[in-house]
C-alpha cells in the first residue's frame, strides 16, 4: 500500500519504507529508522526528526591526538567559549580522513546533546549556550537553547531540570554525528 502524509511522524511509525520527497525529487528511501539515522542530506536530516537536527558549520583538523570538528561559523555572540573544537572519535575520525583541512556541516540529533550546568566545565569540545525554552513532555525534556545567533535544540530526562535564561555548558556524543558536504548537502560517505 503506498500512503502519502506531509506527517513526518506519521511516516515513521506507519511506514515499513519511507520516501522523503522535496519539491517533487525523491531524496531518500529506506526503513524508517535506517533514514533518521543516515540521512542521504541535509534535507533529510532536517525533515526527519522532531525536533530537527542541530546543525554547526566545521573544519575538519588533524593535530596530535586525533581528528578534530573545528567550528567556523561567526556571529555567535558573546558567549564564554564562542566555538568548539572536538576530537571526534575513531570510527568518525576514519570517515572523516579523506576531508582534512575542509569544512563540512556536522548534525547532531537532540538526543545526542548532553548538557550540564557547570559551566566552568565548557571547554574546547564544549559551548555554552543559554536556556530559551523548556518543553517538560514526562519522560523527556526538550531544552531549546540559544547561542548568539544559533539556535539549538537538546532532548534530556524528563528529570532533568533547567530555568529560561540559565547557562549551561553542552556537549555532543559523536557516535550518532552526521556530516555532510556543504556544497551539495550529501552525507560525506555519499560524495
Do not use: W
Not at 517533487?24 to 532536517?46: K, S, W
Not at 525533515?47 to 546543525?55: D, E
Not at 576530537?87 to 582534512?100: E, I
Request: no cysteine; charged share 25%.
Amino acid at each position: 500500500m503506498l500512503y502519502v502524509t506531509h506527517d513526518q511522524t506519521e511516516a515513521m511509525t506507519m511506514g515499513d519504507q519511507i520516501a522523503v520527497v522535496n519539491r517533487g525529487v525523491i531524496q531518500q528511501v529506506g526503513e524508517p529508522m535506517r533514514v533518521y539515522n543516515q540521512p542521504a542530506n541535509l534535507f533529510v536530516a532536517g525533515f526527519i526528526g522532531a525536533p530537527h537536527m542541530n546543525f554547526f558549520e566545521t573544519l575538519v583538523v588533524e593535530k596530535a591526538g586525533g581528528l578534530f570538528a573545528e567550528e567556523q561559523s561567526e556571529g555567535n555572540g558573546a558567549m564564554a567559549v564562542p566555538r568548539f573544537s572536538a576530537k571526534v572519535g575513531d570510527n568518525v575520525a576514519a570517515l572523516l580522513q579523506v576531508y582534512v583541512g575542509q569544512r563540512l556541516i556536522l548534525g547532531i540529533r537532540p538526543e545526542r546533546m548532553r548538557v550540564s550546568r557547570r559551566v566552568t566545565e565548557a571547554n574546547g569540545s564544549n559551548i555554552e549556550a543559554v536556556v530559551e525554552v523548556v518543553e517538560a513532555i514526562g519522560a523527556e525534556t526538550f531544552l531549546y537553547l540559544e547561542r548568539g545567533k544559533q539556535s539549538l535544540v537538546a532532548r534530556v530526562n524528563g528529570e532533568e531540570r533547567a530555568r529560561v535564561k540559565e547557562k549551561l555548558a553542552v556537549s555532543f556524543d559523536f557516535s550518532g554525528a552526521q556530516f555532510f558536504d556543504p556544497t551539495n548537502g550529501k552525507a560525506v560517505e555519499q560524495r
